[in-house]
T-cell receptor, first 114, second 113 residues
């Protein structure tokens, strides 16, 4: 089983639509979760950290489901400028106890269409 | 302004040549990382360092080398042993380690001539 999995998309949605991405992770001991946005040939930029209680930042809402080991990102009222690849990042335990590594999903590509 | 600076933005390597990618940060972060990204792929960890004069291999360290002689600097050398070096290379840092968000440099695109 891959450690961090995302649907690669592409998701093509009209402006104003609501779109949701999921990301599953393999390690139940994971403690930190993030969503990054990456534009083509640019560096990833932090969109949101994901907290246990869920969190919202404007049109963006992130949720964590520890029981099912997934995180989600909801984008409401999509804008053309939301077109990008969205990367899920989870710290995954490896080798000895207490050893973690930030692990990236392959990303989900979103295209918002006029 | 504080941040991470990677140079050069574009780099070309000849067969059998070693090349070094620069990464400098003025965020006073202890931990620094090098990732490789291939088209349509996620980021894969090459090396990381959590403290000066110490570094660890990531998932794909073969054909690469690093040094961490100063807190601010974490250069990556792509050696001739790396047979498929064409990729987008990203340097990142965070204050103390893997439980915190990463700050990224703008990346270096390496291509083989």
């Amino acid at each position: 089983r891959k450690e961090v999995e995302q649907d690669p998309g592409p998701f093509n949605v009209p402006e104003g639509a609501t779109v949701a991405f999921n990301c599953t992770y393999s390690n139940s001991a994971s403690q930190s979760f993030f969503w990054y946005r990456q534009d083509c040939r640019k560096e990833p930029k932090l969109l949101m950290s994901v907290y246990s209680s869920g969190n919202e930042d404007g049109r963006f809402t992130a949720q964590l489901n520890r029981a099912s080991q997934y995180i989600s990102l909801l984008i409401r009222d999509s804008k053309l400028s939301d077109s990008a690849t969205y990367l899920c990042v989870v710290n995954i335990a490896y080798s000895g106890a207490g050893s973690y590594q930030l692990t990236f999903g392959k990303g989900t590509k979103l295209s918002v269409i006029p | 302004d504080g941040g991470i600076t990677q140079s050069p933005k574009y780099l070309f390597r000849k067969e059998g040549q070693n090349v070094t990618l620069s990464c400098e940060q003025n965020l006073n972060h202890d931990a620094m990382y090098w990732y490789r990204q291939d088209p349509g792929q996620g980021l894969r960890l090459i090396y990381y360092s959590q403290i000066v004069n110490d570094f660890q291999k990531g998932d794909i360290a073969e054909g690469y080398s690093v040094s961490r002689e100063k807190k601010e600097s974490f250069p990556l050398t792509v050696t001739s042993a790396q047979k498929n070096p064409t990729a987008f290379y990203l340097c990142a840092s965070n204050p103390t380690g893997v439980h915190e968000k990463l700050f990224f440099g703008s990346g270096t695109q390496l291509s083989v001539l």
